[in-house]
């Protein structure tokens, strides 16, 4: 489905994307909202798995200093051609982000050498660009980078780490072993990878907030189709007071929490 959503301009509408002359009329927060909200009554499980995507764009756009390889990857991902992912999390580490075991050596020309390991990276397995995190010296957070990887090069192994609650969703562990990174994808280098991780997490923290919005409403319209549908004693479930007096305070909560996050959006 991302090609198809891709060819609409459906994977994100944060931004115009004027770099790539894509140039969306409808673009920002609250265009990305309204997106989010209906791609996920499609399906949620999609919806999520195109967030991966949207957190690697936010960070090639960020830096991608007009640099052709790294505009060539955002428009892969952008119109849908691509899936993209991010790797943060490590076997050893949890949710520490930036006591990082994944070592990224400099090389005298700019470019990386990157061996370790990544683990419940969402579509890791089927991406062709990684945005991903280390450090030049292991458990050090004032020495991380930041890179783009092709995962075509030499070096990448990727294997799904297959979650019950989510399958449809490609969750991969991955294994980086003498991986070169040109120049030219490297989007932070030593000492700049942790601002560049912190500053992506503000997006990302916003989008969660609209994705949890937006499954709210997709659970709150499947469920009052039935609770309309559905009759008990003579009479739809709707019009019992536990039900119908519960489900409007679930609207209002839902639709002041709506309400909110678009002021947020302004």
């Given at each position: 489905w991302i090609p198809d959503f891709g060819a609409e301009g459906y994977v994100t509408r944060s931004y115009k994307m004027d770099e790539l002359d894509i140039n969306y009329?409808?673009?920002?927060?609250?265009?990305?909202?309204?997106?989010?909200?209906?791609?996920?009554?499609?399906?949620?499980?999609?919806?999520?798995?195109?967030?991966?995507?949207?957190?690697?764009?936010?960070?090639?756009?960020?830096?991608?200093?007009?640099?052709?390889?790294?505009?060539?990857?955002?428009?892969?991902?952008?119109?849908?051609?691509?899936?993209?992912?991010?790797?943060?999390?490590?076997?050893e580490r949890g949710s520490d982000a930036v006591h990082q075991l994944t070592v990224t050596e400099p090389q005298e020309d700019g470019s990386l050498i990157i061996n370790g390991e990544k683990i419940y990276n969402t579509n890791s397995p089927k991406a062709k660009w990684v945005v991903g995190y280390g450090t030049a010296v292991a458990n050090e957070g004032n020495q991380m980078t930041q890179y783009l990887i092709n995962t075509s090069w030499d070096g990448w192994r990727s294997e799904r780490v297959f979650i019950p609650w989510t399958p449809k969703i490609w969750i991969g562990h991955n294994h980086l072993t003498n991986i070169r990174v040109p120049p030219e994808?490297?989007?932070?280098?030593?000492?700049?990878?942790?601002?560049?991780?912190f500053e992506g997490l503000i997006l990302e923290r916003?989008?969660?907030?609209?994705?949890?919005?937006?499954?709210?409403?997709?659970?709150?319209?499947?469920?009052?189709?039935?609770?309309n549908m559905r009759k008990q004693f003579g009479q739809e479930v709707l019009k019992f007071q536990g039900v119908g007096f519960t489900f409007a305070d679930y609207w209002a909560r839902t639709t002041n929490l709506t309400i909110g996050l678009l002021k947020f959006c302004e």
């Open positions: 009329e409808e673009h920002g927060a609250a265009a990305e909202t309204m997106r989010i909200l209906a791609v996920d009554q499609f399906d949620t499980q999609f919806c999520m798995a195109m967030g991966a995507t949207i957190l690697a764009i936010n960070a090639i756009k960020a830096h991608h200093e007009g640099i052709q390889e790294r505009l060539d990857a955002l428009r892969d991902l952008m119109t849908g051609k691509e899936c993209g992912a991010i790797l943060i999390t490590e076997p994808y490297v989007l932070g280098g030593v000492g700049k990878g942790r601002d560049h991780l916003i989008g969660i907030a609209v994705g949890n919005v937006a499954q709210a409403w997709t659970a709150l319209s499947h469920a009052f189709i039935y609770i």
